[in-house]
């Protein structure tokens, strides 16, 4: 909750700097920056001076050299680093980045986007409100992807995640759903989305909102059938003062599972089998 919170704070801040700045003419050119590690192994991109919205590409250095504690790395995206960097349209991540920090892409126009092999953790939001980029690879040497981190992407119509993690947490590849009288559409595109052999949990918003079409699972059907569907609650603690709550994991019967993803024209591709979920059932057609 604290994150949500965080989350729409900065939308917020967002629509009303955006509207400032619209008012004021182009200053000081944007200028990236960067600052060392508290261990002093590496830099960390964090943050843009001058005037953001004149960013519009960047390649990031491998190494960098701030005059006082020689060349080191570039390991980290910090949080917020290109946060509203409205026209920033083109970004060069290199290999020797590990970490993408919370929110920081959100609200930008990247054109494309490549996700080295190095990147081990991607943050909370931190691609969040990208209007641009059609597709995404998310590599294997990823371990850690954040709640909401590709939420909004309007452009978005397809998602090859093969890191290697264990659970899909809340709205990571959510979707925009508007309504005109009777009818619900989607304002975001995405239709289709890859999935790791590893995966253990998925949230259930966790692709909320989308139209989803396939779904591309890298295991059998016996391991999906076996990732567990869930959502978190608030509960009250027994035996505590009165007030204080938990969160918790609440997983989904095998019935409501089938439910989920009974979507009309959705299909489940695993290794050895097809899945189409229809009254209650799954109808499976074997492959190859």
């Known amino acids: 909750?604290?994150?949500?919170?965080?989350?729409?704070?900065?939308?917020?801040?967002?629509?009303?700097?955006?509207?400032?700045?619209?008012?004021?003419?182009?200053?000081?050119?944007?200028?990236?920056?960067?600052?060392?590690?508290?261990?002093?192994?590496?830099?960390?991109?964090?943050?843009?001076?001058?005037?953001?919205?004149?960013?519009?590409?960047?390649?990031?250095?491998?190494?960098?050299?701030?005059?006082?504690?020689?060349?080191?790395?570039?390991?980290?995206?910090?949080?917020?680093?290109?946060?509203?960097?409205?026209?920033?349209?083109?970004?060069?991540?290199?290999?020797?980045?590990?970490?993408?920090?919370?929110?920081?892409?959100?609200?930008?126009?990247?054109?494309?986007?490549?996700?080295?092999?190095?990147?081990?953790?991607?943050?909370?939001?931190?691609?969040?409100?990208?209007?641009?980029?059609?597709?995404?690879?998310?590599?294997?040497?990823?371990?850690?992807?954040?709640?909401?981190?590709?939420?909004?992407?309007?452009?978005l119509r397809s998602i090859d995640i093969d890191a290697n993690i264990q659970v899909l947490e809340e709205g990571v590849v959510q979707g925009w759903v508007t309504s005109s009288g009777s009818e619900v559409y989607s304002s975001t595109l995405l239709t289709q989305i890859s999935l790791p052999a590893g995966l253990e949990k998925i949230h259930e918003k966790a692709f909320s909102d989308n139209f989803l079409t396939d779904i591309f699972f890298d295991g059998t059907r016996a391991e999906w059938e076996a990732v567990e569907l869930f959502r978190r609650e608030q509960r009250s603690v027994e035996d505590v003062e009165e007030g204080q709550t938990e969160t918790v994991e609440v997983f989904f019967s095998a019935e409501e599972k089938i439910d989920f993803y009974t979507i009309e024209g959705l299909t489940i591709h695993c290794s050895d089998a097809d899945l189409v979920y229809s009254g209650g059932k799954i109808n499976a057609t074997p492959v190859g």
Request: charged content about 15%; aromatic content about 12%; some cysteine.
């Open 1 to 155: 909750m604290y994150c949500m919170k965080k989350f729409f704070a900065a939308i917020a801040a967002f629509v009303s700097s955006a509207a400032v700045l619209s008012s004021l003419p182009a200053c000081a050119s944007p200028q990236v920056l960067f600052t060392v590690s508290e261990d002093g192994t590496h830099y960390i991109v964090s943050g843009v001076s001058g005037y953001k919205s004149g960013l519009k590409d960047y390649v990031i250095p491998q190494e960098f050299d701030d005059g006082t504690h020689g060349i080191l790395p570039v390991a980290e995206i910090g949080d917020e680093a290109f946060m509203n960097c409205t026209r920033l349209e083109s970004i060069v991540i290199p290999r020797s980045v590990e970490t993408i920090g919370i929110r920081a892409f959100m609200c930008t126009r990247l054109n494309e986007l490549e996700i080295p092999q190095s990147v081990q953790e991607i943050g909370f939001a931190a691609f969040a409100f990208n209007s641009m980029f059609y597709e995404v690879t998310i590599p294997s040497s990823v371990t850690q992807i954040g709640a909401y981190a590709f939420a909004y992407c309007t452009n």
